[in-house]
C-alpha cells in the first residue's frame, strides 16, 4: 500500500542550526503539507503547497521555515537558525486533489526534532 | 475562532467493553469531518471522513456520527481490543476558497484498553 515516508525519523541539532526534513509523498498525490506536534499538545497545521508554490500557511510559518520540491519526488522542510521551541514531531502529509468530499490525508510517520 | 474540543482528554476501559468518545467544533466554513488514530509516536491514520450530509459512517468496529446542525460528532467503538490503545482526535477541515484540507486538529482522546 503507498505510504508517505520521512527522513530522518529522529534530528539532534543544536540551537541555530539549520535542518531540513524530509519526505516522500504518495506518488500520484498533487498537494503536499506540513504539520507539527509539540510534546503533549495537538498538531498544529504549518503549510499547504501545490503546483510548486505555497497555497496557504499558518501563523507559525514565517520566515524561519521554507518548503521546496526539489525534484518529483522528495518534499522538504527547512527550518533555519533553530530554536528550542522548534522542538517537535513534524508530519508530512500528502493528498490526491484538495477539493470536493473525499480529500483525504494521508500522514508520514513523523520526523522528531530535538533542539539543544 | 475555529476550534475543535473533544471529551473525555483520557479513558480507561476493559477489553471487549465498548466506548464512545465526543467531539465539537466551531469550525467555519464546514467542509468535511475526520477521525484519526494516532499511536504513541507515530503520524495520524484516518478511520472515517464524513461530509455535511453524512450522519454515520462505519469502518469495522468504529462507527462515527456527526450532526451538523450541533456542530457535533462522536466516535463508537465496539468490542475494545488491546491494540485500540491510542489517540483519538477529531479533525476538521475548512473550506477557504473552494479549497479544502486546511485541517483543524482536537487534541484528541488518549484511550487505554485494558485486559
Known amino acids: 500500500e503507498p505510504e508517505v515516508t520521512q527522513t530522518p525519523s529522529h534530528q539532534v541539532t543544536q540551537m541555530g542550526q539549520e535542518v531540513i526534513l524530509r519526505c516522500v509523498p504518495i506518488?500520484?498525490?498533487?498537494?503536499f503539507y506540513w504539520y507539527r506536534q509539540i510534546l503533549g499538545q495537538k498538531v498544529e497545521f504549518l503549510v499547504s503547497f501545490y503546483n510548486n508554490e505555497i497555497s496557504e500557511k499558518s501563523e507559525i510559518f514565517d520566515d524561519q521555515f521554507s518548503v521546496e520540491r526539489p525534484d518529483g519526488s522528495n518534499f522538504t522542510l527547512k527550518i533555519r537558525s533553530t530554536k528550542l521551541e522548534d522542538s517537535a514531531m513534524y508530519f508530512c502529509a500528502s493528498s490526491e486533489t484538495n477539493r470536493g468530499l473525499n480529500t483525504e490525508a494521508f500522514f508520514g510517520q513523523g520526523t522528531r526534532l530535538t533542539v539543544v | 475562532k475555529n476550534q475543535v474540543e473533544q471529551s473525555p482528554q483520557s479513558l480507561i476501559i476493559l477489553e471487549g467493553k465498548n466506548c464512545t468518545l465526543q467531539c465539537n467544533y466551531t469550525v467555519s466554513p464546514f467542509s468535511n469531518l475526520r477521525w484519526y488514530k494516532q499511536d504513541t509516536g507515530r503520524g495520524p491514520v484516518s478511520l472515517t471522513i464524513?461530509?455535511?450530509?453524512?450522519n454515520t459512517k462505519s469502518n469495522g468496529r468504529y462507527t462515527a456520527t456527526l450532526d451538523a446542525d450541533t456542530k457535533q460528532s462522536s466516535l463508537h467503538i465496539t468490542a475494545s481490543q488491546l491494540s485500540d490503545s491510542a489517540s483519538y482526535i477529531c479533525v476538521v477541515s475548512a473550506r477557504y476558497g473552494g479549497a479544502t484540507n486546511k485541517l483543524i486538529f482536537g487534541t484528541g482522546t488518549l484511550l487505554a484498553v485494558q485486559p
Open positions: 506518488s500520484n498525490h498533487l498537494y
Open positions: 464524513m461530509t455535511f450530509s453524512e
